[in-house]
């Protein structure tokens, strides 16, 4: 079956410039995952969506980023004016939520962004 | 608070010799390890994970890791190199918290020559 896609999958913007990433999971998963791959900081943690439930936000950098998830499915993740700092592959990945120690994540490819 | 230290970010064998990915944990609990593979400009995968069962895990394309408490280690490892093995590696452990958001090492670049 499809994996969970991200688009676009490049994207190269200007300093000060707001940029909006995109995130398609698995159908049926309700949890929902975005973390960031950057040389400087490795693969970190960034937000978390569940259902309805209020998301956890707090691996978010600054408030000049935010994320969406509209209908418990598709997630966006929007930079505003964006800093070369922001520069890196933003990975997506969502998961089942059932009961057990560990519900596996998959990942999508990334959108790599730079700033210029 | 979890993390997990990879003591190698470079790693180099030759094709058909044993590979060890070195992990050690840190964490206040039983912890759900897991190591995922990342091949240039492919997504991340997960090849293994740990939760408490068994202690030897088995993975995809033959590799396995060991849980073992009394190092807090949980290396990687497989018998026989193969060229497509060349990927970057990452230890990975999941959050205590209702999350399981995924706290990633710093990563493994595995080589292998042929």
């Known amino acids: 079956g499809a994996g969970v896609s991200q688009s676009p999958s490049n994207k190269v913007t200007e300093k000060g410039k707001d940029v909006e990433l995109r995130c398609d999971p698995i159908?049926?998963?309700?949890?929902l995952y975005w973390y960031r791959q950057s040389l400087g900081q490795g693969l970190e943690f960034l937000i978390y969506f569940q259902g309805n439930s209020a998301p956890d936000k707090s691996g978010l950098p600054s408030d000049r980023f935010s994320a969406e998830r509209t209908g418990g499915s598709v997630s966006t993740l929007t930079i505003q004016r964006t800093q070369q700092e922001d520069s890196a592959v933003y990975l997506c990945a969502s998961s089942l939520v059932i009961s057990g120690p560990y519900n596996e994540q998959f990942f999508g490819p990334g959108t790599r962004l730079t700033v210029l | 608070a979890q993390s997990v230290t990879q003591l190698d970010s470079h790693v180099s064998v030759s094709e058909g010799t044993p590979v060890l990915l070195r992990c050690n944990y840190s964490?206040?609990?039983?912890?759900?390890l897991f190591w995922y593979v990342q091949h240039p400009n492919k997504g991340l995968q997960l090849l293994l994970k740990?939760?408490?069962?068994?202690?030897l895990v088995k993975g995809i394309n033959g590799f396995e890791a060991e849980f073992k408490k009394s190092e807090t280690s949980f290396h990687l490892t497989k018998p026989s190199a193969h060229m497509s093995d060349a990927a970057e590696y990452f230890c990975v452990v999941s959050d205590e918290g209702a999350t399981n958001k995924l706290i990633f090492g710093t990563g493994t670049l595995l080589a292998v020559q042929p």
């Open positions: 740990y939760t408490s069962a068994a202690t």
């Open positions: 159908s049926g998963h309700t949890a």
């Open positions: 964490s206040s609990y039983s912890p759900s």
